[in-house]
């Protein structure tokens, strides 16, 4: 259910008070709607910003267009694009 999803990633209490620690952090996120994100959101305490989508053409032009506009800011960053685990967990060493 891509909407849950989405709504799923809605947080009204933690991001407000970490969003401002994260330069351009609204924009980014922003960004990453008006592209086809079904949500974003700060990992953990911060500073990573991720944002999921339905596909990899999809995920593809948003980490371009996040990453325009930390461009056009001129900071530091790097992008991972990556798909989402549906084997779920497994033991890797023991």
Do not use: C, W
Not at 34 to 40: F, R, T
């Amino acid at each position: 259910d891509y909407d849950l999803i989405g709504r799923s990633l809605h947080d009204e209490i933690v991001e407000p008070l970490r969003s401002v620690l994260i330069p351009g952090f609204d924009l980014i996120k922003k960004t990453a709607l008006e592209n086809g994100a079904l949500g974003s959101g700060i990992s953990g305490s911060g500073p990573s910003i991720f944002a999921l989508s339905k596909g990899k053409v999809t995920a593809d032009k948003i980490a371009k267009a996040m990453g325009a506009v930390y461009d056009e800011m001129n900071l530091p960053y790097e992008i991972h694009v990556s798909k989402v685990n549906d084997q779920g967990m497994k033991i890797i060493a023991t």
